[in-house]
């Protein structure tokens, strides 16, 4: 079974950084290309970052671009976010989520929520 | 400017069928933007029900159904209990890497 465990989240002040980590498990890790999507509150769902079963490629939302930093350790099964220069509209609940194939998003884990406030 | 779109609400009776669409405003959504859509209840994570058009994920009921209707996506819930009474999203693969989801439709059941 899919299993993906977001942690990390948490309150930090605007311009502070924070680093979310998703543990992934049940699947071959390093064959399949990963994302984080984000839900800010009583709002919708929007996608922040992906990147390739192989890092070669790595795609970011142009809110987040500049800010945020995807990686992953595939000998350790965890997908990272480096957030710096946080601002209060980053708040959101952050879920880590992987595609299959080409179909985007298909597994989810249960969020990890980070508040920027100070 | 890429959006996509999703009607805000929409209103089903209990056993009754209904007809959510995600649409582009340009263009048309077709089987190469890999549609998925998914069910959101208040503090749930999203749950996937289809994606890539019209495949549904594992433990979804067949009543739920995804395919391609004119220029949109579209997500057809036949035979419509309370417990489907939840927010919906659908998602778009827009290429290099970029998805970009629906403003969501919240669904009553009534």
């Known amino acids: 079974e899919v299993q993906l465990v977001e942690s990390g989240g948490g309150l930090v002040k605007p311009g502070g950084s924070l680093r979310l980590s998703c543990a992934a498990s049940g699947f071959s890790f390093s064959s399949y290309s990963m994302n984080w999507v984000r839900q800010a509150p009583g709002m919708g769902l929007e996608w922040v970052s992906s990147?390739?079963?192989?890092?070669?490629?790595?795609y970011y939302a142009d809110s987040v671009k500049g800010r945020f930093t995807i990686s992953r350790d595939n000998a350790k099964n965890s997908l990272f976010l480096q957030m710096n220069n946080l601002r209060a509209e980053d708040t959101a609940i952050y879920y880590c989520?992987?595609?299959?194939?080409?179909?985007?998003?298909?597994?989810w884990g249960q969020g990890t929520l980070v508040t920027v406030s100070s | 400017q890429t959006v996509v779109t999703q009607e805000p609400s929409f209103s089903v009776s209990p056993g009754g069928t209904v007809t959510l669409t995600c649409g582009l405003n340009s263009g048309s959504v077709s089987t190469s933007h890999y549609p998925g859509w998914y069910q959101q209840t208040p503090g749930q994570a999203p749950r996937t029900l289809i994606y890539?058009?019209?495949t549904r994920s594992s433990g979804v009921p067949d009543r739920f159904s995804g395919s391609i209707l004119g220029n949109k996506a579209a997500l057809t819930i036949t035979g419509a209990q309370a417990d489907d009474e939840s927010d919906y999203y659908c998602v778009l693969y827009m290429g290099s890497g970029s998805k970009v989801f629906g403003g969501g439709t919240k669904v009553t059941v009534l």
């Open positions: 989520a992987r595609d299959h194939g080409w179909s985007p998003l298909v597994s």
């Open positions: 890539s058009t019209n």
């Open positions: 990147i390739t079963y192989s890092s070669d490629y790595i």
